[in-house]
T-cell receptor, first 113, second 114 residues
Framework: QQQVKQSPQSLIVQKGGISIINCAYE??????FPWYQQFPGKGPALLIA?????SEKKEGRFTISFNKSAKQFSLHIMDSQPGDSATYFC????????????FGTGTKLQVIP | KAGVTQTPRYLIKTRGQQVTLSCSPI?????VSWYQQTPGQGLQFLFE???????NKGNFPGRFSGRQFSNSRSEMNVSTLELGDSALYLC?????????????FGPGTRLLVL
């Protein structure tokens, strides 16, 4: 059962542009929403995370926007660079689940020069 | 500090065999989780261990099992392998396994079942 829906499946952005990835969840018990970045041959790495009582969180060029009522959240990558080319996963956790992470299906981002 | 290490990195098995994968967490980390990654199903949670106890389990058949040792190293075992078990198996560790702690992933073990 897919509890976190992610779109688009793939994304091509020009260098300097904004990359936007969207996610939606169903389970209202989720209370922590991390984003992961995965390069080929590597495991996922935490990029940025947000709690549902915060509507936006920014770290460098990466921003998460969170809409609790709509149960949607998104990742914006500003000034996208070729080095950002990777697969991005949104995810969700709930306090009772400890480190059980429910992942979205992933978005393969390609930033072209 | 050394990262999460997984051995072996690659493995080829045939249907019906069993396999054991190993994970060494970051030093001091007591929580170890396992995930299966496939092109079709994406990343799916298998189980989490903390202080040698399984405290969470995903939706996988009983053929998938794991354990954690007193030094926090963990192993997962898959018995009676099926073609569909071909996947990248990822291990992740965190300090105490609390929700907002960062999980650090290893590079994975790629299993091919023929």
């Amino acid at each position: 059962q897919q509890q976190v829906k992610q779109s688009p499946q793939s994304l091509i952005v020009q260098k300097g542009g904004i990359s936007i990835i969207n996610c939606a969840y169903e389970n209202t018990a989720f209370d922590y929403f991390p984003w992961y970045q995965q390069f080929p041959g590597k495991g996922p790495a935490l990029l940025i995370a947000i709690r549902p009582d915060v509507s936006e969180k920014k770290e460098g060029r990466f921003t998460i926007s969170f809409n609790k009522s709509a149960k949607q959240f998104s990742l914006h990558i500003m000034d996208s660079q070729p080095g950002d080319s990777a697969t991005y996963f949104c995810a969700a956790k709930n306090s009772g689940g400890y480190q059980k992470v429910t992942f979205g299906t992933g978005t393969k981002l390609q930033v072209i020069p | 500090k050394a990262g999460v290490t997984q051995t072996p990195r690659y493995l080829i098995k045939t249907r019906g065999q069993q396999v054991t994968l190993s994970c060494s967490p970051i030093s001091g980390h007591r929580s170890v989780s396992w995930y299966q990654q496939t092109p079709g199903q994406g990343l799916q949670f298998l189980f989490e261990y903390f202080s040698e106890t399984q405290r969470n389990k995903g939706n996988f058949p009983g053929r998938f099992s794991g354990r954690q040792f007193s030094n926090s190293r963990s192993e997962m075992n898959v018995s009676t392998l099926e073609l569909g078990d071909s996947a990248l198996y990822l291990c992740a560790s965190s300090l105490a396994g609390q929700v907002q702690e960062t999980q650090y992933f290893g590079p994975g073990t790629r299993l091919l079942v023929l």
